[in-house]
């Protein structure tokens, strides 16, 4: 089981008494102390293993923020992005629930993190701490943070939710997606500043061509090179079932490519539970 405390009211902070934002701006809507960059929109803090990439399988605690500039049509953290929901949390109050747990990697994860301000504030707060930082991120904002390992998940032409793919409407998000889904100069800056991972969320063998055309545009842009061995493949899904149908073929294009596979721990042991 991962080790949460289903008594910790920041274990889910999603609950009926936190804030419930259904507009489809990029963020939940802010206070002016975010804007001032000392409070963020938590959807979720937990601990457990990191189920994805080079650090796999490490105790670490999540903080989920809330709101993002995406909406792929598989989105696995639906109340950040689809329907936000979250606890506006400062970030001593954010720090005071990161120590309660015995962990020294913290995982800053979303929604897309990087829109808020007050990330740069919390990043430089744990790393005055000695905790090693993890930022998943979509890969279309840069922001200059102290970052131990940027996990970099640019999202493919396939996440786009078309009208007959659209968890929630008619495609309406579909286009803005489309227009914003990657960005090389941003990248190329995550790629340069920090030690990275490019992870993409592959559905089939028909993804490979345009991971390969975005390694290339990014490699092109970047100053220093991004070895295949920092390219890591994913299996599309969020349950077991799922990834069953798509584990084997993604672990055969990433040999097949030279590119490295990355299981999801999380799924592979406690299927689609949340706070995993
Ligand atoms: S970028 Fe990430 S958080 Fe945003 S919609 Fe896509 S999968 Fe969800």
């Known amino acids: 089981m991962p080790v949460n405390d289903d008594t910790d009211p920041l274990r889910n902070v999603a609950g009926d008494d936190t804030t419930r934002d259904t507009a489809s701006d990029d963020a939940p809507r802010d206070t002016a102390s975010d804007s001032a960059g000392e409070q963020l929109p938590v959807n979720e803090l937990f601990y457990s293993l990191q189920g994805e990439g080079k650090l796999a399988g490490v105790p670490s605690v999540f903080v989920r923020t809330s709101g993002c500039n995406l909406r792929c049509w598989f989105c696995d953290s639906y ?9 506006q949390l400062s970030v001593d109050e954010i720090l005071a629930s990161v120590a309660d ?12 993190p990087m829109i808020h301000d007050g990330i740069v504030t919390l990043l430089e707060r744990l790393a005055d701490r000695g905790y090693h930082t993890t930022v998943e991120t979509n890969g279309t904002i840069y922001r200059d943070a102290p970052i131990d390992l940027a996990s970099v998940s640019p999202k493919l032409g396939s996440s786009t939710p078309t009208a007959d793919r659209d968890p929630k409407g008619d495609g309406e998000w579909a286009e803005r997606h489309e227009n914003d889904r990657i960005d090389i100069d941003a990248l190329a800056q995550l790629a340069d500043a920090y030690e990275s991972q490019l992870k993409f969320v592959v559905t089939g063998g028909d993804d490979l061509s345009e ?10 842009a970047a100053n ?6 920092d390219v890591l493949l994913m299996p599309e ?3 077991r079932t799922e ?3 798509t584990r084997q073929r993604v672990a055969e294009l990433a040999a097949e490519h030279g590119y490295r596979y990355t299981p999801r721990v999380h799924v592979d042991v406690w299927n689609d539970a949340p706070g995993t």
């Open 79 to 87: 109340h950040t992005s689809w329907e936000p929901t979250h606890a």
């Open 101 to 112: 747990h015995d962990a020294d990697h913290v995982v800053v994860t979303g929604g897309e």
């Open 211 to 220: 991971i390969e055309q975005i390694v290339d545009r990014v490699r092109a």
């Open 224 to 229: 220093d090179p991004i070895p295949d061995g």
């Open 237 to 239: 899904g969020t349950t």
């Open 243 to 245: 990834l069953d149908e």
